[in-house]
């Protein structure tokens, strides 16, 4: 007689000669299997389901981290879309604010405040639109904020 084990709990099954080889020890492990197999592809199932919307969380609010809109998912799952357009909306209110900090802090360092511009005039503009000019390279055409000096 042969032996194999069995492919749930690999305890050693004796095969018979001349009957087809069994997998399994007992009912019981096979039952067994067949719940893990099928708990396992509803897993995956719902693992791809959350990987799309995740993947749309992101788009509708592309500066979110993807941590950040895994977790907007599972608020959504309990609360619904209203309280993940308000946390989202902070969320990105607070990104804006840390980044305009920034860019505050590096006018303060490179002492930007008062640059001259094309054509040697001085122009006092605010913190965010000389940051913005400097670090992304596109000009401030918003006239209520230059005023010449």
Not at 1 to 13: F, G, N, Q, T
Not at 14 to 40: F, L, S, W
Not at 42 to 53: I, N, V
Not at 80 to 91: H, N, Q, R, Y
């Amino acid at each position: 007689m042969e032996e194999a084990r069995c492919l749930h709990c690999r305890r050693v099954i004796k095969r018979e000669p001349g009957h087809r080889p069994r997998q399994y020890c007992d009912k019981k492990c096979k039952q067994a299997a067949y719940r893990c197999r099928k708990t396992e592809e509803r897993r995956d199932r719902k693992f791809e389901a959350d990987l799309l919307q995740v993947r749309m969380i992101q788009q509708r609010w592309p500066d979110l981290s993807w941590k950040t809109a895994r977790f907007l998912l599972g608020i959504r799952k309990f609360y619904g879309e209203g309280l993940v357009e308000d946390i989202a909306k902070v969320i990105l209110d607070e990104i804006e604010y840390t980044d305009t900090r920034s860019m505050i802090k590096l006018l303060e360092k490179f002492k930007l405040r008062g640059a001259i511009v094309t054509g040697g005039q001085r122009f006092d503009r605010c913190p965010l639109h000389i940051a913005s000019s400097v670090i992304y390279g596109n000009a401030c055409r918003d006239v209520s904020c230059v005023t010449l000096i």
